[in-house]
């Protein structure tokens, strides 16, 4: 089944570019193109649509006005030419952010997280699948107090969600900034952390004691969630318990 997509962008330029990256790939088919927010909108009620290419800076509505609009989105790549808004945009949970002027094999790396295979200009590629190697940053950048500020991932003891934001708390430090918790789940390594309430992610290699209804993490008395509280059990059941 093909990606059925829709370009706002009040550009013709960048427009008429990515209309011709999509007609290079087969899986693509371009449903239409606004201009504005509004007739994004439209469309958006109209039309089954799978994948968002969306410019940040437009009139009336900006695009990340509008995604945080929307109640529910499809899957959305961002198209800007200010670096700057990037981090915005993963807050967000876009699946990706295109710096203009867009090359097209920028573009295919991008349709590769779409569709989470790599991708070549004649269709994803299932015979690299199992070949390409994977590692994970040790590292993570956040927004707070307008700076992108850098946390070892190793460092990080536990997160807790309040409201639309996050406090990220390691040994020596609080951070705070706009996040779903929900998206941090996504990005950090499976192995090393746990979603244990609605509230909190944990790094397991903090935890100093737990028992069936919360853990311990340095001073601090994490809840156990009933809903996870099956999953957390067994997790924790195998870290070689005598």
Known sequence: MKTR?????????AINVIKGFIARLDQLVL????????????????EPIDLLFIDIQM?????????????????????TAYREYAMD???LDVVDYLLKPISFDRFLKAMS??????????????????????????YIFVREDKKMRKIMISDIQYIESIKDYVKIITEG???????????????LPEKSFIR??????????????YSSTDLEIGQ??????????GQVMQVLDTLGTL
Do not use: W
């Not at 430090?173 to 990005?187: C, D, N, W």
């Not at 601090?220 to 509280?229: L, T």
């Open 5 to 13: 997509c829709l370009i706002v962008d009040d550009e013709p330029l």
């Open 31 to 46: 449903v239409g193109t606004c201009s504005n927010a509004i007739d994004a909108f439209n469309v958006l009620n109209a």
């Open 59 to 79: 009139p009336q509505m900006t695009g990340l006005e509008f995604l945080k609009s929307l109640n529910q989105r499809p899957k959305v790549v961002l198209t």
């Open 89 to 91: 945009g993963y807050e």
């Open 113 to 138: 997280k779409v569709i989470g295979q790599p991708y070549s200009s004649t269709g994803p590629d299932t015979s690299k699948l199992h070949s390409q190697p994977t590692t994970e940053a040790p």
């Open 173 to 187: 430090q609080v951070f705070t900034t706009y996040l779903q918790i929900s998206y941090l789940e996504k990005k």
């Open 196 to 209: 244990v309430h609605r509230s909190f992610i944990v790094g397991i290699g903090h935890i100093k004691a």
């Open 220 to 229: 601090q008395s994490i809840p156990i969630g009933r809903h996870y509280k």
